[in-house]
Every structure is written in structure tokens, then in C-alpha cells.
């Protein structure tokens, strides 16, 4: 299983992502948890210690060893395919049995980035969703840039977080524009902190293009568990069981 996982900021996202990887792993499968939003936030919310995690792309040693090319190069001459293969043993963590790889940040110029860490990245992506044999879940942010038409291949699907409010809907609708750009079209919707029948009724009358993979209610202890620095499973096992419940909708 090869899942990417976006929405606009605040929408719980990251929580959302935890909790799937936590999931897969409980069912015994081997997990790479990707962190490809430039927050970092998902080691924290995995129970990773808060320090010791450096991004992949801030490691100026490694980028210009594989690529030829110092980091924050634009143009110029490097390697458009690097070696990535050994890289996922040597920089992943591991906590909780999830193994966790931090991605950061993909510098943007102009019409997009032609630099050396961005096609490490790219090329890492790629071997992980192409040619791992674990279940590997990305969180990104409010787009596909960390994606390419080679990878979309092997997502099995593109989750979409939304909370009701149009805003968070609005967002929805452009990461299915810039995933279909790509040839990305198995798309699907988790709605997060639902409160009433009417905002669930908000959500799929906005959302009816959609395929909708289920509900979560709006839950205090989730904000609890990310301000006391603990894995949302521990703190909230109730909202847990409905993530569980979602996950095998992927399999429909």
C-alpha cells in the first residue's frame, strides 16, 4: 500500500497520518512513514524525540556526493538521477516500530525547482513508492510537488484531509486539479473534525465528485495529545478505532 496524504494546513493532517501509519504497523505490516510537509511536524506527533532529525534536504554533504552539485545550486550541471537505493536504511529513524523519514523542504524558483536537492528528493520518492515492498504513507502539504507522473503509478491513493468550512474545501478541489495534472486520479476524502450530521451533510454535498472514505469526529483529547508532546493513539484510542475503520475502506 502507497498512500499520499494532503490538505490545507490545520485540517489535522499530520494526526491523520500518524495514525494510519500506527495502524498498518499494528497489523504487522513494515512501515516508512514519509514527512514531506515543510512543518516537520509528523516525528513529533509519532512520539519521535523532538531533536536529532535533520532533513534530508539540509544535508549538503550528502546532496552533493550523490548529485555532483552543491546544495541551493540553480542550473548548472549535476546528476538528474542519483543513487538513492542504499539511502532509505542509512537515514531512516525508527520509533514505535514506524520508520520515519524526513524529507524538508523543496526550494521553488520560478517555474519550479532545478536544483540538486530537489531531484534527490524526487528520486528518493521514487524508489520508495516504486520499488519498497513496506506499506509507505507520505505527508505533503497542500499539494503533489514531492510526486511525479512515474511515481502517481504506484499511489494507490491520494487522501485528501478536509475539515468542514469552505476554505479546507476549496483547497481539496486544487490538490485534485495540480493530481490530475500528473495522471493522479485515485483520489480520496477523509473528513476530520465533524461535529454534527449538518457538517457531514456539508461535506458531502461539496464534496459529491469525490470518493469519501469516511468521517471523523472533532475530538479535544487529539489537541491534548499534540500539546503534551504524546502519539494521538495513546491519548484518544476512540478516534483511533475510527481511523482503523476507514483504513479498510482503502481496499475497496
Not at 6 to 18: D, P, W
Not at 52 to 80: D, H, W
Not at 101 to 127: D, R
Not at 222 to 231: G, M, R, S, T
Amino acid at each position: 500500500m502507497k498512500l499520499a496524504i494532503s490538505g490545507k494546513g490545520g485540517v489535522g493532517k499530520t494526526t491523520i497520518t500518524a495514525l494510519i501509519s500506527r495502524a498498518f504497523y499494528e497489523q504487522n505490516f513494515d512501515v516508512i512513514a514519509i514527512d514531506a510537509d515543510p512543518d516537520t511536524n509528523l516525528s513529533a506527533t509519532l512520539g519521535f524525540p523532538r531533536v536529532g532529525i535533520i532533513p534530508i534536504a539540509e544535508m549538503k554533504e550528502l546532496i552533493e556526493e550523490r548529485t555532483g552539485a552543491k546544495p541551493g545550486t540553480l542550473g548548472g550541471f549535476f546528476k538528474l538521477n542519483p543513487k538513492v537505493e542504499d539511502l532509505p536504511e542509512k537515514l531512516w529513524k525508527n520509533c514505535h516500530g514506524i520508520k520515519l523519514m524526513v524529507m524538508g523542504t523543496m526550494k521553488k524558483g520560478g517555474g519550479g525547482c532545478v536544483c540538486p536537492e530537489s531531484y534527490l528528493l524526487k528520486n528518493l520518492i521514487q524508489h520508495l513508492v516504486l520499488s519498497r515492498k513496506e506499506v509507505v504513507i507520505l505527508d505533503m502539504e497542500a499539494g503533489v510537488e514531492h510526486l511525479g507522473r512515474a511515481t502517481t503509478k504506484a499511489v494507490d491513493r491520494l487522501i485528501i484531509i478536509v475539515e468542514p468550512g469552505n476554505k479546507s474545501v476549496d483547497t481539496a478541489f486544487k490538490i485534485k486539479e495540480l493530481a490530475l495534472d500528473i495522471d493522479l486520479s485515485q483520489i480520496g476524502i477523509i473528513g476530520n473534525k465533524v461535529r454534527s450530521d449538518s457538517d457531514r451533510i456539508f461535506l458531502e454535498e461539496r464534496l459529491k465528485d469525490f470518493e469519501i472514505l469516511g468521517f471523523l469526529p472533532f475530538d479535544s483529547t487529539v489537541v491534548e495529545a499534540d500539546i503534551k508532546n504524546l502519539p494521538p493513539w495513546e491519548v484518544s484510542p476512540e478516534f483511533y478505532q475510527e481511523v482503523k475503520k476507514i483504513i479498510k475502506n482503502l481496499y475497496r
